[in-house]
């Protein structure tokens, strides 16, 4: 609980993978990619309750192995490539009751902390905002993104005079990272997402927020782990 209210977390992990097989039962350091998140959200000071969503029987006995509970499997038509994110999530707060916040998070987020999870909910209870999202610094700055028309010609997004700025001229930027979702649960089933003008900003370092979706991506999860194990 924080304060005086209820907290349910909740990891959507579902069998199909197009970017790896398999991946939320992928290996990195020791232990499958789902149970990073499952050991991050109990360890948590506020989470009350922890569901696993899936459509998978593997993932689903790998999950209950490692401490989440399966209260229901996902149906096969919520764990198809095109199903919207928020859908899981809504399926999910339809069927357990009694909560005022929920904390999604994804198996694809291996390296965030349970101190991360407890800052966001802190986040939002110190400033009474219904939502908190992390967000982490991206690779380059989207002030000089450029777009190249049919003649190979380069045109900067956001205008000459912003792309020939010196970089630490330009504004700071940060991009979701996907590791943490936090939202009171009756203001999300209004909103059916969890990104608007009132959500909050929750910032990550950029060693903690490696989203997973390649072989590339876990190969670099797996390298900071030995960093951060020697």
């Given at each position: 609980m924080i304060?005086?209210?209820?907290?349910?977390a909740l990891i959507t992990a579902r069998g199909g993978s197009k970017g790896i097989p398999r991946k939320n039962l992928q290996e990195l350091g020791g232990r499958?990619?789902?149970?990073?998140?499952?050991?991050?959200?109990k360890?948590?000071?506020?989470?009350?309750?922890l569901i696993v969503s899936t459509d998978d029987d593997e993932i689903a006995t790998t999950a209950q192995t490692y401490g989440?509970?399966?209260?229901?499997?996902?149906?096969?038509?919520?764990?198809?490539?095109?199903?919207?994110?928020?859908?899981?999530?809504?399926?999910?707060?339809?069927?357990?009751?009694?909560?005022d916040w929920i904390v999604l998070l994804q198996p694809t987020s291996p390296l965030r902390l349970a101190s991360d999870i407890d800052a966001c909910l802190e986040l939002c209870e110190a400033t009474s905002a219904p939502c908190c999202v992390s967000v982490c610094a991206?690779?380059?700055?989207?002030?000089?993104?450029?777009?190249?028309?049919?003649?190979?010609?380069?045109?900067?997004?956001?205008?000459?005079?912003?792309?020939?700025?010196?970089?630490?001229?330009?504004?700071?930027?940060?991009?979701?990272?996907?590791?943490?979702?936090?939202?009171r649960v009756d203001w999300?089933?209004?909103?059916?997402?969890?990104?608007?003008?009132?959500?909050?900003a929750y910032i990550m370092?950029?060693?903690?927020?490696?989203?997973?979706?390649?072989?590339?991506d876990l190969n670099l999860a797996r390298s900071l782990l030995k960093e951060v194990r020697k």
């Amino acid at each position: 609980m924080i304060g005086t209210e209820k907290v349910l977390a909740l990891i959507t992990a579902r069998g199909g993978s197009k970017g790896i097989p398999r991946k939320n039962l992928q290996e990195l350091g020791g232990r499958p990619l789902i149970a990073w998140s499952i050991a991050a959200a109990k360890a948590s000071r506020y989470i009350d309750k922890l569901i696993v969503s899936t459509d998978d029987d593997e993932i689903a006995t790998t999950a209950q192995t490692y401490g989440a509970e399966i209260p229901f499997m996902r149906p096969p038509e919520l764990a198809l490539d095109e199903t919207p994110g928020m859908d899981p999530v809504l399926h999910t707060l339809a069927k357990v009751h009694g909560y005022d916040w929920i904390v999604l998070l994804q198996p694809t987020s291996p390296l965030r902390l349970a101190s991360d999870i407890d800052a966001c909910l802190e986040l939002c209870e110190a400033t009474s905002a219904p939502c908190c999202v992390s967000v982490c610094a991206p690779e380059h700055n989207p002030y000089l993104a450029l777009s190249v028309d049919a003649h190979q010609r380069m045109h900067p997004m956001h205008g000459w005079d912003m792309f020939n700025r010196r970089r630490q001229d330009l504004a700071e930027a940060f991009v979701l990272n996907g590791a943490v979702y936090t939202a009171r649960v009756d203001w999300l089933i209004r909103n059916k997402s969890f990104i608007s003008p009132e959500t909050l900003a929750y910032i990550m370092p950029r060693e903690r927020s490696v989203d997973i979706d390649t072989n590339t991506d876990l190969n670099l999860a797996r390298s900071l782990l030995k960093e951060v194990r020697k």
